[in-house]
């Protein structure tokens, strides 16, 4: 077994704290990667905090990591020791059913394995990038351009391509009015790629500070949802809403801002919300959601990001500062990702 340190919640009352713990050895066909840098996520925090259902502990969080190679099994074909790479937040899947055939690992009839909070298909629980390196399946490590910065990087492989996916898959671009409501790690990499690919953008947000950083992203224009004035000027405009919220919002005002046939798509996963049939049937009106993404478009996004010169926005920590980071996470607190720079574990 492969010797491994990180950073663990024990169970969800407590906070993170240094845990040692065990990787399989490098089998075959997969790459080990030492972690140099990862993305702190919203769902980290959701699942070291029992918000979604009852976690795996003791639990090392982390689906943002990019890192160098540093062993390759026998039969890895794609990556060579000290080239740079990624990792996201699935690890395995059946590779066999019709959603894995069709790109879309993420839906694995059989469920994909996911990078942490999760079970391999040997049983043994996985562990995520809060972490000095891990071992992964060769399908699912990413190539990772060096014309970019790492750190910068990393959150693309969790907050990149969950925007990036939606947005393709509905064909968001030139002639479209697309609303990104919540401007933090998912919703600032949604203004990216909504101007990338040509749609008038408008941030949706509750904090009023964010307008102008908001402007610096590429959003044409900003709405501060407490303002009833502001929100009534853009109530039945939008085509697509990109809901990438974390906490309880009201649904119903939301869908109230579509145009006739737009679409709210949820990407952020707060508790159950109610919907009321009338906000849907008015203006026929379409709800659908989307996980993460396949690899074949996590490789495709990360490539058009080395391409157009597009990162994340991001503050570096140090990993003891975890807890005051998740803190300020959720007080909405954070331009717009923190990265923790695995040098400091
Ligand atoms: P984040 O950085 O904390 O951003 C969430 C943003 O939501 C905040 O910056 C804030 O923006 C807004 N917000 C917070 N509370 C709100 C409230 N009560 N009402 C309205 N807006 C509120 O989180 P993140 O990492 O981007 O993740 C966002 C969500 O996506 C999380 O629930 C996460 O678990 C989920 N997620 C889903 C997938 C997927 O595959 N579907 C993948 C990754 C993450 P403003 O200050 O602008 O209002
Ligand atoms: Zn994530």
Redesign the pocket.
């Known amino acids: 077994m492969i010797q491994s340190k990180g950073y663990a919640a024990q169970n969800a009352e407590t906070d993170l704290a240094p845990w040692n713990f065990e990787h399989r050895e490098v089998g075959p066909h997969d790459v080990q990667l030492e972690i140099l840098y990862c993305g702190?996520?919203?769902?980290?925090?959701?699942?070291i905090k029992n918000?979604?259902f009852p976690g795996i502990f003791p639990m090392v969080p982390g689906?943002e990591i990019v890192g160098k190679v540093i062993k390759v099994g026998d039969h890895v074909k794609n990556f060579k020791v000290n080239e740079l790479a990624g990792v996201g937040?699935m690890v395995d899947s059946c590779q066999v059913c019709e959603n894995c055939k069709a790109d879309l690992e993420?839906y694995c009839l059989e469920g994909s394995t996911q990078t942490y909070n999760g079970k391999g298909r040997d049983g043994v629980p996985t562990y995520g990038g809060y972490a000095n390196t891990i071992v992964v399946r060769e399908e699912f490590v990413l190539h990772i351009s060096e014309k970019l910065s790492l750190a910068a990087t990393a959150p693309l492989l969790?907050?990149g391509?969950?925007t990036y996916s939606p947005l393709r898959h509905w064909k968001v671009g030139k002639g479209h009015k697309l609303a990104v409501?919540?401007?933090?790690?998912?919703?600032?990499?949604a203004v990216k790629f909504g101007v990338a690919f040509g749609a008038e953008v408008t941030?949706?947000?509750?904090?009023p500070n964010?307008e102008a950083a908001?402007k610096a992203l590429g959003a044409h224009h900003f709405v501060v949802?407490s303002d009833a004035e502001q929100v009534k000027a853009v109530t039945g405009t939008f085509d697509f809403i990109l809901d990438?919220?974390?906490?309880?919002?009201?649904m119903n005002m939301y869908l109230s801002l579509l145009r006739t046939n737009g679409t709210h798509i949820?990407?952020?996963?707060?508790a159950p919300y109610p919907i009321h049939p009338f906000s849907l049937i008015g203006g026929r009106k379409s709800l659908a959601?989307?996980?993460?993404?396949g690899i074949k478009e996590t490789q495709e996004m990360l490539d058009f990001c080395a391409e157009n010169n597009i990162v994340s926005d991001i503050e570096l920590i140090d990993i003891k500062d975890i807890t005051a980071s998740y803190q300020r996470?959720?007080k909405?607190d954070?331009r717009?990702?923190f990265v923790i720079d695995m040098k400091t574990l």
């Open positions: 702190v996520c919203h769902s980290d925090l959701h699942q918000d979604w689906h937040c993420q969790c907050a391509i969950t409501l919540g401007l933090g790690g998912l919703g600032h990499m941030v949706l947000s509750t904090s964010k908001a949802t990438t919220v974390s906490a309880d919002h009201d949820v990407v952020g996963v707060p959601g989307s996980g993460i993404g996470m959720v909405g954070v717009y990702r």
